[in-house]
């Protein structure tokens, strides 16, 4: 149970990179004010994507997939440790 989680949650996490570098790329083309405060302030990437929603929906949905891949991945992980660990006897 826990490869699967794993599985999950390493390809959520590499997609939610690749879509969050397209809208990064979007950012910087329309202007290097934008990419910057996207790049180093945590969460203007967002503030962007829903600014010019009409441009970034399809990168942020795919991104918002992703991320949901990658949290149900997480949690299958996390059970997956724990029902190991509950059911290991202690030495």
Request: hydrophobic residues 60%; glycine residues 12%; proline residues 3%.
């Amino acid at each position: 149970m826990a490869m699967l989680g794993t599985i999950l949650t390493v390809v959520g996490g590499i997609g939610m990179l690749i879509f969050a570098v397209q809208m990064l790329i979007m950012a910087f083309k329309t202007s290097i004010g934008w990419g910057l405060a996207s790049l180093f302030i945590p969460f203007v990437l967002f503030v962007y994507a829903f600014k010019n929603w009409g441009a970034c929906k399809t990168p942020f949905m795919r991104w918002l997939g992703s991320f949901v891949v990658w949290a149900v991945g997480f949690g299958i992980t996390m059970f997956g440790v724990a029902s190991t660990a509950m059911s290991t006897p202690v030495q």
